[in-house]
T-cell receptor, first 115, second 112 residues
Framework: DTGVSQNPRHKITKRGQNVTFRCDPI?????LYWYRQTLGQGPEFLTY????????KSRLLSDRFSAERPKGSFSTLEIQRTEQGDSAMYLC?????????????FGPGTRLTVT | GENVEQHPSTLSVQEGDSAVIKCTYS??????FPWYKQELGKRPQLIID?????GEKKDQRIAVTLNKTAKHFSLHITETQPEDSAVYFC???????????FGAGTTVTVRA
């Protein structure tokens, strides 16, 4: 499968625990995005990378959230001290190198449930 | 940031009929407008997109139209089939950036 992959697909955790998700973009895609989707809503932008540089973080992303993309390949999204309000689907997307290319291709997502 | 509004929130059509979903956006600098289809429990899938330099684009039974003056764009599905049942999202870039702002989605149900 040459599409965007995410692991784990599901995560159940207790409030206050830390969780980490991984995203592997499509090979040679230099831009990588994280979105959060709650039931009945469209994806909401969280942060994005161009190569290894994190270019922007949404105001939705509190200090408990951190994302990395070492070496410009895979990315991780960590949530510290999880809260019930963090329960959502976390989606990753990637885009080919610029030059007018805006297409974003999504992974299957990681569904987080905080109990 | 970019504000994208999508209507209707639900749409039920008879198989073979057409379905139309409309979105409006706020940032006049936006120049790229994708549509995603998301089936239950699956990833959003890019089905068609349009750039601001064209007014219409077609791909088999789906088409997208863009009115930059009015700042709205629409998805048209003709000859609907049961497999078209899904949630459809429109999106537009924030301030001509690469990140996307999504509409709230339209749940399309095709009745056999």
């Amino acid at each position: 499968d040459t599409g965007v992959s995410q692991n784990p697909r599901h995560k159940i955790t207790k409030r206050g625990q830390n969780v980490t998700f991984r995203c592997d973009p499509i090979s040679e895609h230099n831009r990588l995005y994280w979105y959060r989707q709650t039931l009945g809503q469209g994806p909401e932008f969280l942060t994005y990378f161009q190569n290894e540089a994190q270019l922007e973080k949404s105001r939705l992303l509190s200090d408990r959230f951190s994302a990395e993309r070492p070496k410009g390949s895979f990315s991780t999204l960590e949530i510290q001290r999880t809260e019930q309000g963090d329960s959502a689907m976390y989606l990753c997307a990637s885009s080919p190198p610029a030059g007018g290319s805006y297409e974003q291709y999504f992974g299957p997502g990681t569904r987080l449930t905080v109990t | 940031g970019e504000n994208v509004e999508q209507h209707p929130s639900t749409l039920s059509v008879q198989e073979g009929d057409s379905a139309v979903i409309k979105c409006t956006y706020s940032d006049s600098a936006s120049n790229y407008f994708p549509w995603y289809k998301q089936e239950l429990g699956k990833r959003p899938q890019l089905i068609i997109d349009i750039r601001s330099n064209v007014g219409e684009k077609k791909d088999q039974r789906i088409a997208v139209t863009l009115n930059k003056t009015a700042k709205h764009f629409s998805l048209h599905i003709t000859e609907t089939q049961p497999e078209d049942s899904a949630v459809y999202f429109c999106a537009a870039p924030y301030y001509n950036d690469y990140k996307l702002s999504f509409g709230a989605g339209t749940t399309v149900t095709v009745r056999a």
